[in-house]
């Protein structure tokens, strides 16, 4: 599990194939607590969510694919774009399956 800023400014660090789980039950901040792991890491073809984030109480979030795109978008619009502008862009992106534009 990682904080949430950490995820943000180090997404390139990540496999693409992976993905990003979350607290369901959370607004989601900076220090929220995330999970990196393999979407295709599941018990049962019908599962939705990998076991171990299952046991974590966390949903599927995004893919680290759709995020490093997101976090790019936002440093080429604010090439020094901080922790606080790459959380708004997530949030952005995953309330609206937009890009933010500044």
């Excluded at 496999?15 to 990196?36: M, N, R």
């Excluded at 599962?47 to 759709?66: C, F, W």
């Amino acid at each position: 599990m990682n904080k949430l800023s950490y995820i943000l400014e180090n997404i390139n660090d990540f496999k693409w194939s992976d993905a990003l789980f979350l607290p369901e039950e959370e607004v989601w901040e900076l220090e929220t607590e995330g999970l990196i792991w393999d979407p295709d890491d599941v018990e049962d073809e019908s599962d939705e969510v990998p076991k171990a984030a299952m046991d974590l109480g966390l949903i599927y979030a995004l893919s680290i694919q759709d995020i490093q795109d997101i976090i790019y978008n936002a440093k080429q619009q604010k090439e020094n774009a901080s922790a606080d502008d790459l959380l708004e862009a997530y949030l952005y992106y995953y309330d609206n399956d937009a890009y933010i534009e500044w």
